[in-house]
């Protein structure tokens, strides 16, 4: 079996060639698996967009001084941390001290 080209190598003749079989319409037999139940699609719904962590978010627009907001962006990279999280600890930390 010969070795098949990338399709980003391929003339746009050999392209249209090779994707041929995905022009056609495909309904009725021979599609895969089987169609979703009225709580599949509810269960799909609800999964869209980011997953809610805790009671969700907020954005919050923040002044932060430019050489601590680096140092902080690099201390998150570095540690693989976003710098949302980086905040939210730092939040609980300030409060937890000072309670």
């Known amino acids: 079996m010969p070795k098949r080209k990338c399709y980003s190598e391929m003339t746009t003749a050999q392209l249209r060639e090779a994707t041929r079989e995905y022009d056609r319409e495909w309904t009725g037999p021979g599609l895969p698996g089987r169609p979703l139940t009225a709580a599949d699609r ?5 999964a869209r967009g980011r997953p809610m962590v805790s ?7 923040v002044s932060i001084e430019r050489e601590l907001l680096t140092q902080a962006d ?26």
């Open 42 to 46: 509810a269960l799909h719904r609800k």
């Open 74 to 99: 690099a201390f998150a990279h570095r540690h693989k941390l976003k710098r949302s999280e980086m905040v939210a600890q730092g939040l609980r930390l300030v409060m937890a001290n000072r309670a």
């Open 55 to 61: 009671k969700g978010a907020k954005v919050v627009p």
